[in-house]
Nanobody, 118 residues
Framework: QVQLVESGGGLVQAGGSLRLSCIASGNIFRINGMGWYRQAPGKQRELVAT???????NYADSVKGRFTIDRDNAKNTLYLQMNSLKPEDTAVYYC????????????WGQGTRVTVSS
């Protein structure tokens, strides 16, 4: 059984910062790629940023230069540092991880809500 648990969301004013965390736990053999996605009200879920097991990152154009994704492989933890937040960043943020237990599978967290006020 694998679980992803996000934390760090909340209410922040435009221009502020938040740091999201996602901890993976369970019978984990290896974690491959990890990423953050978000879903705003009335919109589809979209990619925010991803990071490979070796640290190669990829960002949506809308967050480049403002958000930083990183991971601590020893702690099975994924982070998202969000700076210069804008009201359009308001969404539920989800952690995703490709995890090998006995087989490979893709797992999602329950989401953490980020609200940016103008």
């Amino acid at each position: 059984q694998v679980q992803l648990v996000e934390s760090g969301g909340g209410l922040v004013q435009a221009g502020g910062s938040l740091r999201l965390s996602c901890i993976a736990s369970g019978n984990i053999f290896r974690i491959n790629g990890m990423g953050w996605y978000r879903q705003a009200p009335g919109k589809q879920r979209e990619l925010v940023a991803t990071v490979t097991s070796s640290g190669v990152t990829n960002y949506a154009d809308s967050v480049k230069g403002r958000f930083t994704i990183d991971r601590d492989n020893a702690k099975n933890t994924l982070y998202l540092q969000m700076n210069s937040l804008k009201p359009e960043d308001t969404a539920v943020y989800y952690c995703n991880a490709n995890i090998v237990t006995k087989i490979w599978d893709s797992y999602w967290g329950q989401g953490t809500r980020v609200t940016v006020s103008s």
